[in-house]
């Protein structure tokens, strides 16, 4: 693939990040499902990573997290680096472990949205926002809700996928 | 190992590292302000999150003319009946404020003041995470906005405390979020308390009451204020009422659970208070 190939291919990633996050942010905060709102970034960042391999999970997580903490309230860093090593983590799962498929992804999505929600259960004891159980109400449902956006994600990103390699003969 | 790390994309797990700790140093440095590169891209997005959030309101518009066509109209009808009656009870209070007047001048006294300077902000985006309530407002430092101002709605309650300031837009922590936390005056004991978030009942937009003096008598339904103490926010604003009261788990003290008097979820355009200047 040529350098031109190769910014083709992730501008269109990041076109198909669009909706996604405009899902996230327009239309699914307004309607809370067991109280809570599902994170989409996350997903679309690991389903990506599972699809294309290590390197570029770990190029596609670290642009997504870079926006997380760009557009998002309290992004501190955390985000471009977490994201970064769950799409490489995922990649690599998904190359060497692991099945390139669906399942995959489910699996590798459950797994970085588990490093996700702990990391906040942590951080929330850490600075007192709450006690474990008022934590654990919102991270579990928020890590259940999450994880059924793997199934529309998944369909999308492989379709995406095979319209960059339709588009540039590979 | 090392092999495999260098093959498998090392360079952008070192540039993540180092980008994240730029970042954090940022985000420690820039407090009350974003970080150069969120404030690009708030910059970028705020007339394109301007443009969906007025899109939005023209369906939600159309939705409601639809379907809640009857609804309007029975609440216009009310409204009017409402404007009747306020437009009677402020002509009496003109008059009474023209007696206090005079009353003052007769009594030598300082002249009360209470001047608010508003910046009208529409909401561009709410908050996508379930660990804090925030909103997003198209208007930012070029137009005076600062960390720390108050945000009212059209009818004077408060809302939020903005947070963040970017150029052309802002980031406003709600009045129910966990972090919050402001003096308080509850309205007919005029006593001192403290505001204060609560990641529990954040979900159900609510807030806490806390700091209660040992024998205040509260009641449900008691209009909450900000006390205005330590010169930080402007006194009167109204936060909500009284919901219900409860003895905390060690049984010594008493908080209440307050309802915010502006409605949240529906708010489309909020005043932001960039100055304040208040003599009572």
């Not at chain 2, 700790?21 to 404030?39: D, H, I, K, M, R």
């Not at chain 2, 518009?61 to 437009?87: K, V």
């Not at chain 2, 608010?116 to 908050?127: K, P």
Request: glycine residues 10%; charged residues 15%.
């Amino acid at each position: 693939m040529t350098r031109q190939d190769h910014v083709r291919k992730w501008t269109i990633y990041a076109l198909a990040l669009l909706p996604v996050w405009w899902l996230e942010v327009y239309v699914l905060n307004r309607f809370p499902v067991l109280g809570v709102v599902p994170m989409l970034l996350p997903v679309a960042a690991v389903t990506v990573a599972v699809l294309e391999g290590t390197v570029a999970g770990a190029g596609f997580g670290l642009g997504v997290g870079i926006l997380c903490d760009a557009v998002y309230y309290g992004g501190w860093g955390g985000m471009t680096l977490g994201l970064c090593l769950l799409g490489w983590g995922a990649g690599a799962a998904a190359q060497y472990a692991l099945r390139r498929n669906f399942g995959g992804s489910l699996l590798c999505a459950a797994a970085a949205l588990a490093v996700i929600a702990a990391a906040r259960v942590v951080s929330g004891l850490f600075t007192g926002l709450a006690h474990l159980p008022a934590l654990l109400e919102v991270a579990v449902p928020e890590l259940l809700w999450s994880l059924c956006f793997v199934c529309p994600l998944y369909p999308w990103f492989f379709w995406v996928r095979r319209r960059i390699h339709k588009f540039l003969r590979l | 190992m090392k092999d495999f790390f260098r093959n498998n994309g090392l360079l952008i797990l070192i540039a993540a590292a180092l980008l994240a700790a730029l970042t954090a140093v940022g985000s420690y440095l820039f407090q009350g302000a974003p970080n150069p590169l969120e404030n690009v891209l708030g910059v970028v997005t705020t007339p394109i999150r301007d443009g969906i959030s007025a899109l939005a309101g023209w369906a939600e518009g159309i939705y409601n003319y639809s379907f809640h066509y009857e609804e309007l109209q029975a609440e216009n009808e009310r409204l009017r009946a409402e404007l009747a009656q306020l437009q009677e009870t402020a002509r009496d209070a003109e008059a009474a404020v023209k007696e206090n007047e005079r009353l003052r001048e007769l009594l030598g006294l300082r002249e009360q003041r209470r001047e608010l300077t508003f910046e009208s902000a529409t909401i561009t985006a709410r908050s996508t995470s379930n660990w804090a309530s925030t909103m997003t407002l198209s208007k930012g430092s070029a137009q005076g906005v600062a960390a720390g101002d108050c945000v009212v709605d059209a009818a004077g309650n408060l809302v939020g405390i903005i947070d963040e300031a970017g150029t052309n837009w802002s980031t406003m922590i709600t009045v129910v979020d966990a972090t919050l936390e402001m003096g308080a005056l509850l309205s007919r004991t005029e006593s001192i308390a403290i505001l204060e978030g609560d990641f529990t009942l954040m979900a159900q937009e609510r807030l806490k009451l806390t700091y209660l003096p040992e024998n205040t008598e509260l009641l449900t339904g008691d209009l909450v204020l900000t006390s205005g103490l330590g010169g930080n926010y402007p006194s009167d604003l109204v936060v909500g009422t009284i919901a219900s009261i409860h003895t905390d788990a060690s049984g010594m003290s008493r908080y209440a659970v307050i309802t915010p008097a502006a409605d949240l979820e529906s708010l489309v355009q909020v005043f932001i208070i960039k100055d304040f200047d208040i003599v009572e």
